[in-house]
């Protein structure tokens, strides 16, 4: 096997914090659009998303990107890779 054939395409997502009350961990509510499949019609979901943040530089409210990477706890499995605004 090649080495690129290792690396996996990992998730980026985009959200905007929520909180960072926490050592080194942002949450991050991230929005989404679905669609009803009878109606077509489109509604709002959220979800939010613990991220590490070594730096601690995200305040709450910036737009963040963020991906996935190893556990760094139960249920930290994101990190946080630039603030947007």
Known sequence: ???ESK?????RLEGI???NK???TIVVNVTR??????YKKQYKVAK???AHDEKQIAKI???????E????????KWRLIKIIK
């Open 48 to 50: 939010k998303y613990k």
């Open 61 to 67: 409210g910036n737009q963040v990107v963020f991906e």
């Open 1 to 3: 096997m090649t080495k």
């Open 33 to 38: 659009f679905k669609i009803y499949s009878k």
């Open 7 to 11: 690396i996996k395409n990992k998730r």
């Open 22 to 24: 926490m050592a080194k």
């Open 69 to 76: 990477c190893r556990p760094f706890s139960k249920e930290v």
């Open 17 to 19: 914090v929520v909180s």
